[in-house]
């Protein structure tokens, strides 16, 4: 019989075969080739356990274990299995693995659920693809919808729902992808924890209670071009050096708003990008995130009066759009605890923490009960190649995820 740690040393394997940048990380953008191979993969994977599998209108592939009341609720598990540019393994297809091995343990061990369990594999979560970080549960819990769709667009300015169309699915339907909040019981995840606490700490598992809030603005600066050596330096509307004015004091006013308020500029797109061409547009992004809503506000309001204020200063026009803003979300107290009392009968070593990652978790948390589990990232390392955390380990997740399933369905 496979044991679980070969199961899950399986499946991350196979998936990590789907990527555009073989032997460099993971490449995997929402309705890509690479997306479309996942998916294939995904599908078969569940259709092997049983489980009466189905996509949304966005693409979200669900798998369906029913319970011994159909009519019941469903408990979901699962994540997501888009990828950052040059990317890990791990990021995402462990949460969905590790619904995949629950769902094999109760094969193994003959148990029916009285409530029906779903395996989730969720598209754009990231936000790489689109410029919109968890953009598909955002869709299923009906914050954006068709509209929004049709306005996010890739780096090649084609929309998001341009892109499902190619692949077969239809932003226009993107409504009967909304799940009714009375159609779900819980919403569970594991996910590696894309920092060093739990492997220095020497713990096996992290129990999420807090995931901090995140704002993503989209600034985009209007200058005007013109030859780098005829045009005077005090007759020039130099959009870059704008910019850098801009972004040389966000890190500061993160600083100052306490609370380990974070804020990171990690896209720059420079027009006409010649070497002697004075710069006409930039468009950058902010990302901002803390665990006080209170100190997130007050970031992102001095971002944009501080672009503002350069922007009159350098003779340019802005304008910010903000495509992401979620408060920071207390997840729920009893699942939490439910996860505490069989990590303590598992004798696993665990600590209560906040997420300072976004998570489709988060955007869950507004139609039903939800929990997060961490599991160890070796050196902290995440969105990197080299992003790793050991199958055991993995194993040792699943193993409380397992109990908490079990409790949630009442098997």
């Known amino acids: 019989m496979e044991t679980s740690i070969s199961r899950i040393q399986r499946h991350l394997e196979q998936l990590a075969e789907y990527t555009l940048t073989p032997g460099q990380g993971t490449t995997r953008m929402s309705y890509s080739e690479q997306d479309s191979q996942a998916r294939a993969y995904l599908k078969q994977e569940m259709t092997a356990l049983g489980l009466l599998v189905r996509e949304d209108a966005i693409g979200n592939i669900y798998g369906r274990l029913e319970g011994q009341q159909p009519e019941l609720p469903a408990v979901i598990i699962g994540s997501h299995f888009d990828s950052v540019p040059n990317g890990g393994a791990f990021d995402g297809p462990a949460g969905i693995i590790t619904g995949l091995d629950v769902v094999a343990r109760l094969r193994e061990q003959n148990l029916q659920p009285r409530y029906p369990l779903e395996v989730i594999a969720l598209v754009e979560e990231?936000?790489?693809?689109?410029?919109?970080?968890?953009?598909a549960s955002s869709v299923i819990t009906g914050l954006i919808g068709s509209k929004e769709l049709h306005q996010l667009k890739d780096r090649q300015g084609i929309s998001a729902a341009q892109r499902m169309a190619t692949v077969g699915f239809n932003a226009d339907k993107a409504h009967e992808a909304v799940l009714k909040p009375e159609s779900v019981k819980a919403f569970l995840e594991l996910h590696i924890e894309q920092g060093p606490v739990l492997e220095q700490a020497n713990e096996d598992v992290g129990i999420v209670d807090t995931i901090v809030g995140i704002s993503q603005l989209e600034i985009k600066l209007q200058g005007k071009a013109g030859h780098a050596g005829t045009t005077p330096m005090n007759m020039r509307a130099d959009a870059l050096v704008c910019a850098s004015h801009i972004i040389s004091h966000i890190p500061e006013l993160a600083k100052a708003a306490g609370d380990n308020t974070v804020a990171t500029v990690g896209r720059l797109n420079v027009m006409p990008n010649g070497a002697n061409v004075i710069p006409s547009e930039v468009?950058?992004?902010?990302?901002?995130?803390?665990?006080?809503?209170?100190?997130?506000?007050?970031?992102?309001?001095?971002?944009?009066?501080?672009?503002?204020?350069?922007?009159?200063?350098?003779?340019?026009?802005?304008?910010?759009?903000?495509?992401?803003?979620?408060?920071?979300?207390?997840?729920?107290?009893?699942?939490?605890?439910?996860?505490?009392?069989?990590a303590s009968a598992q004798n696993l070593r665990f600590r209560t923490m906040v997420s300072g990652a976004g998570h489709d978790t988060m955007i869950f948390a507004g139609i039903t009960q939800t929990g997060l589990i961490f599991v160890p990232s070796r050196n902290g390392l995440s969105h990197h190649p080299d992003e790793w955390t050991d199958y055991a380990q993995i194993a040792r997740g699943v193993d409380l995820m397992f109990a908490t399933v079990k409790s949630l369905t009442e098997c």
């Open 283 to 342: 468009i950058f992004s902010v990302d901002i995130r803390s665990k006080n809503d209170v100190a997130l506000r007050k970031v992102i309001e001095q971002v944009i009066e501080l672009t503002e204020q350069e922007s009159e200063k350098f003779n340019i026009t802005s304008a910010i759009a903000q495509p992401l803003y979620v408060k920071p979300t207390v997840l729920n107290s009893d699942i939490c605890e439910l996860m505490k009392q069989h």
């Open 126 to 135: 990231e936000g790489t693809s689109f410029g919109r970080g968890l953009m």
